[in-house]
């Protein structure tokens, strides 16, 4: 493990896209959260609580990328837009299809984001400690969300093809992200 400076070229590039990516993540699961809630406030009233918790969550983890990009003086992913826009958009479809679809919505976008926490932890725990800790704050909530997910809501027959949908839009999402 090194500290900043003396990370080489070659991991920087790719140490940067991973907090990037991350960021803008964080600002889309932000969006998902706050358009499932103006519709939950009016229709399922009882999952307002857990909603609003997960949101704490995610507006927690964006600072942390957030701290971290403009204390290492990165840009910022220049799709932010479209995480916030398409998360809203995705929540707010989600929401109207149920109470249901939101949690397998949920626990498609986490069990994808686990994946790639995984591989992006095996990297950083070789070539940056700060950015590791970044990324190894959030691991037991997005555990803990996806989870809810799981054993909130029934990925039966007719949810199968929302979660292939989220969890595809997900994976497009982020590689395109590594892009931008
Ligand atoms: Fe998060
Ligand atoms: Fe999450």
Known sequence: ????????????????????????????????????LLISKYLYKDIVPE????????????????????????RTCYALWFWAFGG????LLTALMGRNAIWVCTNAIETTVLHHLTWQLSYLNEHDKEAYDAVYSIKSDEEAHQSIGATRGSNTFMYKPIF??????TKVAIWLSTKL
């Open 1 to 36: 493990m090194s500290c900043v400076k003396d990370i080489k070229i070659e991991h920087k590039k790719e140490i940067e896209r991973i907090i990037r990516v991350d960021h803008a993540g964080e600002l889309g699961a932000i969006n998902i959260y706050k358009s499932q």
């Open 88 to 91: 809203f958009l995705l929540g």
């Open 164 to 169: 292939f949908i989220v969890k595809t839009s």
């Open 51 to 74: 909603l609003n918790e997960m949101l704490t969550h995610e507006k927690e983890h964006f600072e942390t990328f957030d701290n971290l990009l403009k204390k290492r003086s990165t």
